[in-house]
């Protein structure tokens, strides 16, 4: 039986390049693309690309699967030039290391390094990479990660991750002023806590929460791909809550 899509929602003919498709937020986000027609090129870091091929071979209209390290620019100005035209960025790739304690003598500063590396330089790579393209062509959209650590400071999260994700947000907003004139959106979605890989084993306090749960990978994507497709064509320089009612704002 063919499902029948709004057309709002359909993604027929656009195509995706999903950053992070092998994290629980990542993975549904492709499954969801390839649910609504997109065609999506599959990346993520090298450590699991096993994985990735996996999830490529069970959805349809996988253009292709790469190891990609977001911090490398010309690794995804690469794999940008290779599947051109990029129609529409999804950024799910993140880290967050949940340091014991940040205000010790002897903590690592390395790690604030390599999460405002990942976290901040990443999106700034791919955004780089993509958009001239969708600027050239007037049209496109971006949907990037970022967090409700971002608006309040984080729950359980580390200050290297807030800050990180307070740059996403702001990112958001400096590249729509540049973007949205020439009918490319920017947008981004701020999860509150979500049972993904990242946060296993933290203790949330989920019975204080309003919903008394932690979030679902698939509820992110259905925000992202919403604010990738054609659904949110009226949607720029926005971030989207999606947290359980956890921070209102």
């Not at 304690?101 to 901040?120: I, L, T, Y």
């Not at 729950?155 to 490319?184: D, I």
């Not at 054609?230 to 720029?236: H, L």
Request: hydrophobic fraction near 45%; include cysteine.
């Amino acid at each position: 039986m063919t499902i029948s899509l709004p057309k709002a929602f359909d993604m027929r003919g656009q195509r995706v390049l999903i950053t992070g498709a092998a994290g629980g937020i990542g993975s549904e986000t492709a499954k969801l693309c390839s649910e609504l027609g997109a065609i999506t090129i599959l990346t993520d870091i090298a450590s699991v690309t096993k994985k990735l091929e996996v999830l490529a071979s069970s959805l349809k209209n996988v253009a292709a699967v790469h190891a990609l390290d977001i911090t490398d620019r010309k690794a995804v100005e690469a794999i940008v030039a290779q599947h051109a035209p990029i129609t529409a960025l999804i950024d799910t790739a993140a880290i967050c290391p949940f340091d014991e304690d940040w205000m010790a003598p002897d903590w690592n500063e390395q790690s604030f390094h390599r999460v405002m590396e990942v976290n901040v330089l990443g999106p700034i790579n791919l955004v780089r990479a993509v958009m001239p393209g969708m600027i050239e062509r007037k049209n496109g959209s971006i949907a990037l990660c970022g967090s409700i650590a971002g608006w309040m400071g984080g729950l359980l999260a580390a200050p290297h991750y807030a800050a990180s994700k307070g740059g996403v947000h702001a990112l958001v907003r400096w590249f729509s002023q540049r973007a949205t004139p020439h009918n490319v959106r920017v947008n981004a979605v701020a999860p509150g806590p979500i049972a993904t890989g990242m946060t296993d084993g933290q203790p949330y306090p989920t019975e204080k929460y309003p919903m008394q749960r932690m979030g679902r990978p698939d509820e992110i994507a259905n925000a992202l791909v919403f604010l990738a497709s054609p659904a949110a064509s009226f949607m720029a320089g926005s971030i989207m809550d999606v947290n359980g009612g956890v921070l209102l704002r």
